[in-house]
């Protein structure tokens, strides 16, 4: 019988993603195993194959398809012989980027599967990202109900032909009502509201004129939501980069984490002497080329004490629940590592139990991975703490977003030479200020100030982490 396959959950997390292009055509024979398609999430491209063999008798999300929700119908495997069902109306419109095509079910849904999770490195170039961290409307993934305009902050869902026809009418979609699929603006809302027209309130005075130019589908802005920041600007005056979908993932993930989690922050000065002779006489062992070789940082001595001050204090590593609260048996260091467009956080797992040359040799590799997008999704979800550097910029100090669903991270600035007081004497000592963003449901402030000074312990006395 006919089946559906599915687009398919990349890592625990994914709940979209971005159906690149199909490897195999609308006829074609599949064998289960067979690479039918590539999908990119956020951090990566892979490869997706099927699980059962028959003929893709229907394409039914067309290449370059973004937003494709997990659990989505994207084809149609039919039997030897088989017919392909008829696409069905209720289905019809809209995930294909010209609006055609439409999806259309068959009677049995199976997934794509993933198999070993390949990936290949997407050689397109990726559009640089806006200066501008965070971002604007949009990011809230609430859906939108049928019957109804959505909420302020809620996504707008459209098929692909209704905002190209918005867009090209200056038509507002946030105005629309949607009348498809779980709310979905269609081509037939578009037309609807276009041939109404505009609905002017009854008495109201005729409003100022702006000869600032007005982009494309922007209104009003809704009540509580910041404005469109294209509102302010003349257009010719600046360059517009669509966001890709790492830059989404970031503004989405870091919005809701400051919002919803109960940020407060420790800072500390921590005199790095000592760490930097120690790095010093153990760089020197290393052999000067081969696969002994080694180069440690000052980054890997800080993992390697964060790792050690978490299971000195244990209440520290851990995760909030709405009913528990999961404390961590291993401490599982997260480094932050800067992509274009965005950033990802692989992980150190189980970093108490490492030496710092094999930290190293790990933290070194993940990064050159990350920057490749070869990284799996069990590399970089989860962890239960995280380490974000910016001293090698030059940054004295700064305060990091906590990445969920860790409860806290350490923000780690330059080292520099500063006068300090020993005794009655000002003397002078390379110091690095570090501040640690806690998640006050877990982490109470001496809790956390117990740990910061531990971690202090560890950084001023190198040998007493590695003994």
Not at 238 to 250: E, I
Request: hydrophobic residues 40%; neutral net charge.
């Amino acid at each position: 019988m006919a089946t559906n396959i599915l687009m398919p959950a990349l890592s625990p997390t994914m709940e979209e993603g971005t159906l690149t292009k199909w490897l195999k055509k609308e006829g074609d024979a599949v064998k289960a195993g067979d690479v039918i398609a590539e999908i990119e999430t956020d951090k990566a491209t892979m490869e997706v194959e099927a699980v059962d063999e028959g003929t893709l008798s229907q394409i039914l999300v067309a290449d370059g398809t973004e937003n494709v929700k997990v659990n989505t119908p994207i084809a149609v495997l039919t039997e030897e012989g088989e017919a392909a069902p008829p696409p069905s109306p209720a289905n019809a419109g809209a995930t294909s980027p010209a609006g055609g095509g439409g999806n259309k079910p068959a009677p049995e849904a199976k997934p794509a599967q993933t198999g070993a999770m390949s990936k290949k490195i997407d050689e397109a170039p990726r559009p640089v990202s806006s200066p501008v961290h965070g971002g604007g409307g949009g990011l809230s993934e609430a859906k939108a109900d049928g019957g109804r305009t959505p909420a302020p902050g809620e996504r707008v869902f459209a098929s692909p032909l209704a905002r190209r026809i918005a867009g090209e009418s200056k038509l507002d979609l946030k105005l629309i009502v949607g009348t498809g699929p779980g709310g979905r603006i269609v081509k037939a809302d578009v037309e609807k509201a276009l041939a109404e027209g505009p609905k002017k309130a009854e008495g109201a005075a005729p409003a100022a004129k702006d000869d600032r130019a007005k982009p494309a589908g922007t209104g009003p802005a809704p009540t509580g939501a910041l404005p469109d920041a294209r509102l302010f600007y003349r257009e010719g005056t600046y360059r517009a980069v669509p966001h890709d979908s790492m830059r989404k993932t970031v503004a989405k993930r870091l919005t809701v984490s400051k919002r919803d989690i109960p940020h407060y922050y420790l800072t500390a000065d921590i005199e790095i002497g000592a760490l930097l002779a120690a790095r010093e006489a153990i760089n020197a062992r290393s052999p000067k080329d081969g696969d002994g070789a080694y180069k440690i940082s000052v980054n890997d001595f800080i993992v390697k004490a964060a790792a050690a001050a978490l299971i000195k204090v244990p209440d520290v590593n851990a995760s909030w629940t709405e009913n528990e609260m999961l404390l961590h048996n291993h401490a599982d260091v997260g480094i932050a590592v800067a992509l274009p467009g965005g950033l990802i956080t692989p992980i150190i797992f189980a970093a108490e139990t490492k030496g710092l040359v094999q930290i190293s040799r790990e933290a070194k590799d993940l990064a050159a991975r990350a920057r490749a997008k070869k990284l799996k999704p069990s590399e970089y979800e989860g962890g239960t703490f995280s380490v974000s550097n910016l001293g090698m910029y030059g940054t004295r100090d700064f305060t990091a977003v906590i990445n969920p669903p860790q409860a806290s991270i350490l923000a780690v600035g330059a080292g520099e030479k500063r006068p300090i007081v020993r005794g009655d004497r000002i003397e002078t000592a390379t110091i690095m200020t570090v501040r640690m963003s806690c998640d006050h449901r877990v982490i109470d402030g001496a809790l956390g100030a117990t740990w910061l000074k531990a971690l202090k312990e560890f950084l001023e006395d190198p040998v007493t982490m590695l003994a």
